[in-house]
T-cell receptor, first 113, second 116 residues
């Protein structure tokens, strides 16, 4: 069964600090992995999307890494801002699955001043 | 439109009533998806459309749930005889195409359903 596990479930960090979120998956055969940011009361918004051959991708202060061998990804937030408070969702797509995506449960990040 | 529009944004209904949720995808997006997100939980896949057809309905939780899409655009998710466990946020997303390529889903803001 395709699964995506995220950790931690939640974390609190001080403004200006860095943090790293983890995503482990068992989706096979792997197609791509995406990180989404979901603000409270809103739909998810795409941050990064990575295919098998990509190890690192950045989007401003967000940097995602992918290790396809160990089936792990991380999302690193640098110099956090209050607006980074949100849920971060890891989503993995399997090949030939009609683009049916497997969602992780998300990590809730709260940035405090 | 510029984004994915969903309506209503909030719906409160009594147990046993039917509800319809509407999704208006981004113009030109051929793929449309419905997901459900219960409080504090991850997203649960319900159904996706390629054009007007639904190749994958595997996520619909029961036969009380149905969805249709007409004209390759607007989609309606219908829940009949609602139950309290149907309470959730129903999210719609669209993308330019399906397949195993690196497509990005654009999500709507969701319809929050509360069944009393």
């Amino acid at each position: 069964k395709n699964q995506v596990e995220q950790s931690p479930q939640s974390l609190i960090i001080l403004e200006g600090k860095n943090c790293t979120l983890q995503c482990n998956y068992t989706v096979s055969p792997f197609s791509n992995l995406r990180w989404y940011k979901q603000d409270t009361g809103r739909g998810p918004v795409s941050l990064t999307i990575m295919t098998f051959s990509e190890n690192t991708k950045s989007n401003g202060r967000y940097t995602a890494t992918l290790d396809a061998d160990t089936k792990q990804s991380s999302l690193h937030i640098t110099a956090s801002q209050l607006s980074d408070s949100a849920s971060y969702i890891c989503v993995v797509s399997a090949q030939a699955a009609g683009n049916k995506l497997t969602f992780g449960g998300g990590t809730r990040v709260l940035v405090k001043p | 439109g510029a984004g994915v529009s969903q309506s209503p944004s909030n719906k409160v209904t009594e147990k046993g009533k039917d509800v319809e949720l509407r999704c208006d995808p981004i113009s030109g997006h051929t793929a449309l998806y419905w997901y459900r997100q219960s409080l504090g939980q991850g997203l649960e896949f319900l159904i996706y459309f390629q054009g007007n057809s639904a190749p994958d309905k595997s996520g619909l939780p029961s036969d009380r749930f149905s969805a249709e899409r007409t004209g390759g655009s607007v989609s309606t998710l219908t829940i009949q005889r609602t139950q309290q466990e149907d309470s959730a946020v129903y999210l719609c997303a669209s993308s330019r195409s399906t397949g195993s390529g690196a497509n990005v889903l654009t999500f709507g803001a969701g319809s929050r359903l509360t069944v009393l």
